[in-house]
């Protein structure tokens, strides 16, 4: 399962469309995708942006996919100038990125 992103969707920033994302796949799979977002996310770029969303698109396909899990959950954390991401699935490895 692929989901394209609208021009429109991340410029609404990373948070909003990364939510749209995982509300999409929950409902088209049998994993429940829950995330949350802390701190004020400051626009870097929307290369950057793309980017990090196609990242986090990745690791999320690929709980749901390999790990069969039931219940995923992903957490966008925006402190200063940065951004740090936690992937956890039930039933598989834990998978950080901090950028």
């Known amino acids: 399962m692929r989901f394209t992103i609208s021009r429109e969707k991340l410029q609404e920033g990373l948070a909003a469309a990364v939510a749209s994302f995982c509300e999409r ?3 088209k799979s049998k994993t429940q995708i829950n995330f949350q977002s ?3 996310q400051k626009h870097i770029g929307q290369q950057v942006d793309l980017t990090i ?3 986090i698109q990745e690791l999320v396909h690929n709980i749901v996919k390999h790990a069969n ?3 995923a959950s992903l957490s966008a954390i925006f402190p200063n100038e940065k951004y740090a991401s936690c992937v956890e699935g039930a039933g598989c ?3 950080s990125l901090n950028m």
Request: proline residues 0%; charged residues 20%.
């Open 25 to 27: 796949l929950s409902n």
């Open 38 to 40: 802390f701190g004020m």
């Open 53 to 55: 969303y196609r990242i």
């Open 69 to 71: 899990a039931t219940t």
């Open 93 to 95: 490895s834990r998978k």
